[in-house]
T-cell receptor
C-alpha cells in the first residue's frame, strides 16, 4: 500500500499558485518524498524530491514540515499545461523486504482552469 | 541525453499469446524497473533489475517475467495473455536504484489483449 495520502482532485485558476498537499505520517528518517506528475497516457514525469529541507527547482517548490509527516508541492504560476495527475511518493520495501520501489497511490487530479 | 526508450509504443495481442516488451534505459543507468498501469488498479510495481539480476518484485503472477542484459537494456515478457493484462506498461531507470535517486520513466507500451 502507498505510504502517502492526497486529495483526489483540486482546481486552480491559471496564473495562480497551485498548492498540492500530501500526508506521509509513517515516513522514516532516511526516506525521501518524491513528486511526479502524469499527463494522460504518458509516462510519469519527475518534478522534485526532498528529504528534510525545502527544495526548489525550475518546475516547482517542495515544502516539508519539520516533523516530516506532510509536504506541499507548489507550482508558482500554474498554466493549462500543468493539468495532470500529481503523485506524492515515499518508497517502500519490496516483497521480501529487499530493495525498494515506488508505490503509487491514486494521486491528485489537478485541473488548471482558464 | 536520450531518455528511457520503450518499444513498441502500441501492441495488440489475443488471449493465450505471449508478448515481449523492450526498454532501453538512460545511458549510465543500471537499475531498470517495470510498472503496469490500468484504470482500475493504477500504477503497480512489477519488478526491478540491477546488474542483470532481479532485485525486487511486486505481487504479480509468474506469467510476468523479465530480464536485463549486460548493457542494462531490459525486456519483460507476459505469457498466456489474459484480457486483464491490457494496460500501459511503463519502464523506468535510475543510476543504481538507491534511496534519493530520481527515477525516469519512458512513454510506455500500450498493450491491448483481445
Amino acid at each position: 500500500d502507498a505510504k502517502t495520502t492526497q486529495p483526489p482532485s483540486m482546481d486552480c485558476a491559471e496564473g495562480r499558485a497551485a498548492n498540492l498537499p500530501c500526508n506521509h505520517s509513517t515516513i522514516s528518517g532516511n526516506e525521501y518524498v518524491y513528486w511526479y506528475r502524469q499527463i494522460h497516457s504518458q509516462g510519469p514525469q519527475y518534478i522534485i524530491h526532498g528529504l528534510k529541507n525545502n527544495e526548489t527547482n525550475e518546475m516547482a517548490s517542495l515544502i516539508i514540515t519539520e516533523d516530516r509527516k506532510s509536504s506541499t508541492l507548489i507550482l508558482p504560476h500554474a498554466t493549462l499545461r500543468d493539468t495532470a495527475v500529481y503523485y506524492c511518493i515515499v518508497r517502500v520495501r519490496g516483497v521480501d523486504n529487499y530493495g525498494q520501489n515506488f508505490v503509487f497511490g491514486p494521486g491528485t487530479r489537478l485541473s488548471v482552469l482558464p | 541525453k536520450a531518455g528511457v526508450t520503450q518499444t513498441p509504443r502500441y501492441l495488440i495481442k489475443t488471449r493465450g499469446q505471449q508478448v515481449t516488451l523492450s526498454c532501453s534505459p538512460i545511458s549510465g543507468h543500471r537499475s531498470v524497473s517495470w510498472y503496469q498501469q490500468t484504470p482500475g488498479q493504477g500504477l503497480q510495481f512489477l519488478f526491478e533489475y540491477f546488474s542483470e539480476t532481479q532485485r525486487n518484485k511486486g505481487n504479480f503472477p509468474g506469467r510476468f517475467s523479465g530480464r536485463q542484459f549486460s548493457n542494462s537494456r531490459s525486456e519483460m515478457n507476459v505469457s498466456t495473455l489474459e484480457l486483464g493484462d491490457s494496460a500501459l506498461y511503463l519502464c523506468a531507470s535510475s543510476k543504481t536504484g538507491v534511496e534519493g535517486e530520481k527515477l525516469f520513466f519512458g512513454s510506455g507500451t500500450q498493450l491491448s489483449v483481445l
